[in-house]
């Protein structure tokens, strides 16, 4: 195991392109006493902020996919909830289109403000159970989480002032409302929708280094003699490290959209990884598939109800 982890230590540090010593090499070299020693020290440094970050991702990954276990049953009660929630949706839609065509010119704005507001009032029960999940969530950075709930807190705020405009008789014309849509979706959903999605990105981090942990730990029972299956099992570890690094992408997208994007390359990639070490390391080791979304859709790549509120 320790070969194959320092080649894995070897795989992060080259792609993660931040090694000095490349930088130094391209400069030219010197015969010199004195720059042989500061190459050194610049080698010594490089290698304890490679064995900070491999021993930090251990840390983080080292009881994952056993707490993850023990979840299942709660996040498969929370999807149950989310889908009949969503099917509720779906039929009171169905109801309100029906009831907008219908209407005359005199009742469209109340049929519309009524349709709204229950539609509004569904989502806040979704967003209330949201908050409790993400507070429980696992493999995460405290502090994106905190920022998550604190945007999720705003956006619930916003919806019920939509609200109670609505039951104060504060909308006289559907073009008050529709600013109302336009000033929740700029300023309260997308904040949300992006955090939500630095936080998939974040527990997708965890169960890469989990894997890449457990494939670590798996080779020690390989032939050292079989080159091809260390080949392969090593092609599976750089699999997930490319993927990790789409993932860290996604901690500096600054916009909703260009964070969902780069979700959606990095779990297109990372859904191939584990066939690869499945490939090398045969069936005495369970490879974990990337995980099932846990959460609204606001936890996964962009839903139809989000495209179709960015289009408006």
């Known amino acids: 195991m320790v070969i194959l982890c320092l080649v894995c230590i070897g795989i992060v540090s080259v792609l993660h392109g931040n090694n000095l010593l490349g930088q130094i090499s391209s400069s030219g070299t010197s015969s010199s006493s004195a720059s042989g020693s500061v190459r050194q020290v610049i080698e010594d440094i490089e290698q304890q902020r490679i064995d900070a970050l491999w021993q930090e991702r251990l840390s983080r990954a080292e009881t994952f996919f056993v707490e993850l276990r023990s979840e299942q049953s709660t996040l ?20 309100c289109a029906t009831d907008l065509r219908t209407a005359s010119k005199f009742t469209k704005l109340p049929v519309t403000l009524r349709c709204y507001k229950a539609d509004l009032q569904l989502e806040t029960e979704r967003l209330r159970r949201q908050h409790e999940n993400i507070e429980q969530m696992l493999g995460v950075n405290e ?9 999720l807190t705003l956006l619930s705020d916003a919806i019920k002032a939509i609200i109670t405009g609505i039951d104060s008789n504060v909308y006289a014309v559907l073009e008050d409302l529709e600013e ?48 091809a299956v260390q080949e392969q099992l090593l092609a599976g570890i750089q699999c997930l490290e490319e993927g990790r690094n789409l993932l860290d992408s996604i901690g500096i997208s600054s ?11 990095a779990v297109d990639h990372l859904s191939d990884c584990p066939t690869v070490l499945r490939n090398a390391l045969g069936t005495p080791v369970e490879v974990e598939e990337v995980p099932a979304e846990n959460n609204v859709e606001t936890i996964q790549p962009m839903t139809r109800l989000q495209r179709r509120l960015l289009q408006q």
């Open 255 to 265: 916009t909703f959209l260009d964070a969902n994007q780069a979700l959606l390359s």
């Open 143 to 151: 502090d994106t989480r905190s920022l998550a709930l604190t945007r």
């Open 180 to 227: 109302s849509k336009r000033n929740l979706l700029t300023n309260y959903r997308e904040p949300a929708w992006l955090l939500l999605t630095k936080l998939r990105a974040e527990q997708l981090s965890t169960w890469t280094d989990a894997l890449i942990t457990r494939a670590a730990q798996a080779g020690e029972t390989l032939p050292e003699a079989d080159a």
């Open 76 to 95: 498969a009660s929370l999807r149950r909830f989310f889908e009949q929630s969503r099917i509720r949706q779906l039929e009171h839609r169905r109801t």
